[in-house]
């Protein structure tokens, strides 16, 4: 068997790349969404009550919506790979950290598992974006 041959059995076909570009763009669109939609309740009194059911400063609430914002428009837009490794990887610690904060405040409740939801739509998104990327 030559290299030619070996590559073309590894490399995917029209009908794989397009099944990863919907999953890459479904799981992507949903967490732009998540993040983007808290832009609007970042002064809201359950924004505030959270960070205080957390004991968290209040300007933990200000810096971390703000990087939502932006990491959210970053996710969605064409940009260069090594910035999007870097939003990949703020969302990632982003996550975990939600739920250790929550586990930790109210034990292994919805409110812990909702981040590690995100968690593994990030992944998903991530594996996507990658095997896009490599065509």
Same mark, same amino acid.
């Given at each position: 068997?030559?290299?030619?041959?070996?590559?073309?059995?590894?490399?995917?076909?029209?009908?794989?790349?397009?099944?990863?570009?919907?999953?890459?763009?479904? @799981?992507?669109? &949903?967490?732009? $969404?998540?993040? +983007? @939609? /808290?832009?609007?309740?970042?002064?809201?009194?359950?924004?505030?009550? /959270?960070?205080?059911?957390?004991?968290?400063?209040?300007?933990?609430?200000?810096? &971390?919506?703000?990087?939502?914002?932006?990491?959210?428009? $970053? $996710?969605?837009?064409?940009?260069?790979?090594?910035?999007?490794?870097?939003?990949? &990887?703020?969302?990632?610690?982003?996550?975990? @950290?939600?739920?250790?904060?929550?586990?930790?405040?109210?034990? +292994? /409740?919805?409110?812990?598992?909702?981040?590690?939801?995100?968690?593994?739509?990030?992944? &998903?998104?991530?594996?996507?974006?990658?095997?896009?990327?490599?065509?």
């Amino acid at each position: 068997m030559t290299t030619a041959n070996i590559t073309e059995q590894i490399k995917p076909s029209a009908r794989q790349m397009k099944k990863y570009k919907i999953i890459y763009w479904v @799981s992507t669109g &949903v967490i732009a $969404l998540f993040e +983007l @939609s /808290g832009a609007f309740f970042m002064n809201s009194e359950m924004a505030k009550e /959270g960070t205080r059911h957390l004991g968290l400063p209040e300007w933990f609430r200000w810096e &971390v919506s703000i990087g939502h914002l932006i990491g959210g428009i $970053l $996710l969605i837009v064409p940009i260069s790979k090594r910035i999007k490794e870097w939003v990949y &990887v703020a969302f990632g610690i982003d996550f975990i @950290s939600a739920f250790i904060a929550y586990w930790s405040v109210d034990g +292994l /409740g919805s409110n812990a598992m909702s981040p590690l939801i995100m968690f593994g739509l990030l992944i &998903v998104s991530y594996i996507c974006y990658h095997k896009l990327k490599s065509q």
